[in-house]
């Protein structure tokens, strides 16, 4: 089983993750994609399983310090991409990658599902 969580060290609901992957005895490779970055290709990996919407944190302060017409310029798919690229902190925290299977966001439950199935 392969799985990569992807986020940035200090986000609380990054430790919430690691911390609940490391309390269920769950290896993983831990991504910090404020050090590491986030390539066009792996972007676009993440992009065939979950909807841009989801993938471009909203709620964040980073989305709330853009200037009104880069917010109104993603409008799709591509769009968000080269905003992702360009500005990595925008993504919705954490990404988690199993299997090639991509899963944005923490919540206990989420994950107990994600992996009932080990």
Request: net charge positive; with cysteine.
């Amino acid at each position: 089983m392969s799985i990569t969580l992807f986020g940035i060290p200090n986000c609380d609901t990054v430790k919430k993750a690691r911390t609940w992957l490391e309390a269920h005895g769950i290896s993983y490779t831990f991504h910090d994609f404020k050090k590491a970055g986030i390539s066009p290709e792996l972007i676009a990996n993440w992009l065939k399983d979950v909807e841009w919407g989801v993938l471009v944190n909203r709620k964040g302060t980073t989305w709330r310090n853009l200037d009104s017409e880069r917010k109104e310029a993603v409008v799709d798919a591509a769009s968000a991409a080269a905003l992702i690229t360009e500005s990595p902190s925008i993504v919705k925290r954490p990404v988690l990658v199993k299997d090639g299977r991509t899963h944005v966001g923490f919540t206990e439950a989420g994950y107990q599902q994600i992996f009932e199935k080990r």
